[in-house]
């Protein structure tokens, strides 16, 4: 009889396993990703590569956020970071993050706001 595949990172793994899949690096090396993070795939996968990695990179063939990628992996948020991190070093991933985007948007102008406000203290 054969035992059903324990998803990576179920809680049996134990930190023993995570310590395995960081390489021991308790920290990712760079603050670019959050939760929110859009992680995109800009290489397939490799031969060789650590099985990690080649879920990520499948999962993230269209834009995903780290925590997506961290419930579809079982894998806390803070190691999936570091992953990213290492995928992000060797050129595998981009990452966007919303809060560039909005740094981007224009913002109203201040007399059109002056004039909402008039507009609902009238209501």
């Known amino acids: 009889m054969t035992r059903p595949r324990r998803p990576v990172g179920s809680p049996s793994d134990g930190p023993d396993r995570l310590y395995t899949v960081t390489g021991g690096r308790s920290r990712a090396e760079t603050d670019a990703f959050d939760v929110v993070t859009l992680i995109v795939a800009e290489q397939q996968p490799v031969p060789g590569m650590q099985s990690e990695h080649v879920r990520i990179l ?30 992000m070093a060797a050129g595998r991933i981009t990452a966007r993050h919303p809060r560039f985007a909005a740094g981007q948007a224009q913002l109203p102008d201040l007399d059109t706001l002056k004039q909402v406000l008039h507009g609902l203290r009238r209501l």
């Open 58 to 87: 499948r999962l993230c063939e269209r834009p995903t956020a780290v925590v997506e990628l961290a419930a579809d992996l079982h894998l806390p948020v803070s190691v999936v970071k570091i992953l990213l991190g290492d995928l």
